[in-house]
């Protein structure tokens, strides 16, 4: 009785965030825990040491209280909580830490992951927040979960001069994109390739490929390579805050909310391209208008504007330009345009080291 006069009170503790969570993709959430009691229990630091996992369905109720089977072994953790996790049909995980393997394990299996600390309920209110019920609506708007695309770059600089590239783009699931370049001719051949945050470039007078950072840019210009290689912004961030129309006495930017979410963002991780992201969202489309990639004190590295909507056909209409200026590089532009995006599946195997001089091949 006591059990369920507690599981009662943790879904009123939710009740907020249920009438978005009456959906088929609602998530099975595993939260990282240093006791059983879900209405006091803090985040577990490490997401394989932690002594147990509480899961919670898709309306924030408390499920089921297991003990982590594999926080003693010796090596391996990580990768078997992983796995473990996924066996029970969990598809989200949280906890302050994760390691790199578990990291990959997680990818592998389609589970999603969110680095948090506070209390257990807490957690679990924020990832089913409508928020980022909206960030991953978002994603899907603006790209099916396997695609192929041709898209122009355009660097413009002060005085005018433009240089252009355009690359043939595929991609799978979240953590999978890879282009090549089809112009200039001085360019033709290379090969960019991004899993989750680890990029390489192939070039072919060079024979192998060489490590790439986010940061940098393949083509210069004010696009750096996460903004090229784009993964699902859900894949990368969590929405801390969401205003919306009716929050107008609350926010900011109170001109922007009569028909526009202001999702505030926050990186999972630190190896990601940008702390923060502010994402103003047209409310009838869900899909971005304009975002502002932020450091972790809050400066302003870039504004991103989407423009355009296009219908692409196969139900994905989206913008078909993508531009950004930055103040850390004044009267330069970039400009990326999209010529084509269509639903295609891919191997595993197209999105590896060794396939990246035979890009051209599924053209």
Do not use: H
């Given at each position: 009785?006591?059990?369920?006069?507690?599981?009662?009170?943790?879904?009123?503790?939710?009740?907020?965030?249920?009438?978005?969570?009456?959906?088929?993709?609602?998530?099975?959430?595993?939260?990282?825990?240093?006791?059983?009691?879900?209405?006091?229990?803090?985040?577990?630091?490490?997401?394989?040491?932690?002594?147990?996992?509480?899961?919670?369905?898709?309306?924030?109720?408390?499920?089921?209280?297991?003990?982590?089977?594999?926080?003693?072994?010796?090596?391996?953790?990580?990768?078997?909580?992983?796995v473990f996790l996924a066996d029970k049909g969990v598809t989200v995980i949280i906890a302050e830490t994760?390691?790199?393997?578990?990291?990959?394990?997680?990818?592998s299996?389609?589970?999603?992951?969110?680095?948090?600390?506070g209390t257990v309920i807490d957690a679990v209110r924020?990832?089913?927040?409508?928020?980022?019920?909206?960030?991953?609506?978002?994603?899907?708007n603006l790209n099916p979960d396997s695609y192929e695309s041709y898209k122009k770059l355009i660097n413009i600089e002060p005085n005018g001069k433009k240089r252009e590239y355009v690359l043939f783009t595929v991609k799978k699931g979240k953590d999978k994109v890879a282009a090549m370049f089809l112009s200039p001719a001085s360019e033709k051949g290379r090969s960019t390739l991004r899993l989750d945050e680890n990029?390489?470039?192939?070039?072919?007078?060079?024979?192998?490929?060489?490590?790439?950072?986010?940061?940098?840019?393949?083509v210069g210009g004010v696009f750096n390579n996460s903004d090229i290689l784009r993964l699902d912004y859900a894949a990368e961030y969590f929405v801390e805050k969401m205003e919306e129309p009716g929050d107008k006495e609350k926010s900011s930017d109170k001109k922007e909310l009569s028909d526009k979410y202001i999702l505030h963002l926050r990186a999972k991780t630190k190896a990601v391209a940008y702390d923060k992201?502010?994402?103003?969202?047209?409310k009838d489309t869900i899909l971005p208008v304009r975002i502002?990639?932020?450091?972790?004190?809050?400066?302003?590295?870039?504004?991103?504007?989407?423009?355009?909507?296009?219908?692409?056909?196969?139900?994905?209409?989206?913008?078909?330009?993508?531009?950004?200026?930055?103040?850390?590089?004044?009267?330069?532009?970039?400009?990326?345009?999209?010529?084509?995006?269509?639903?295609?599946?891919?191997k595993d195997e197209v999105f590896t080291l060794t396939f990246m001089p035979n890009l051209e091949s599924l053209r």
């Open positions: 009785m006591k059990k369920a006069f507690f599981s009662i009170l943790v879904v009123l503790s939710l009740s907020p965030i249920m009438s978005y969570a009456d959906r088929e993709d609602t998530p099975k959430i595993a939260v990282a825990s240093n006791g059983k009691d879900a209405k006091s229990a803090m985040i577990g630091s490490k997401a394989d040491r932690c002594p147990y996992y509480l899961i919670f369905g898709g309306t924030g109720e408390l499920t089921e209280v297991v003990g982590n089977p594999y926080k003693d072994v010796q090596s391996g953790a990580g990768p078997q909580t992983a994760f390691g790199d393997k578990m990291i990959t394990a997680m990818r299996n389609n589970t999603d992951y969110f680095q948090l600390n924020k990832v089913l927040s409508p928020g980022n019920r909206i960030l991953v609506k978002l994603d899907r990029m390489w470039l192939y070039i072919p007078n060079v024979g192998k490929p060489i490590r790439i950072t986010s940061l940098q840019s393949v992201l502010k994402m103003w969202v047209d502002e990639c932020l450091t972790e004190a809050s400066m302003l590295i870039k504004t991103i504007y989407y423009k355009k909507t296009e219908d692409f056909g196969d139900k994905i209409v989206r913008p078909s330009v993508i531009e950004t200026d930055s103040p850390l590089y004044k009267g330069y532009k970039s400009v990326m345009i999209f010529a084509k995006i269509k639903k295609r599946t891919f």
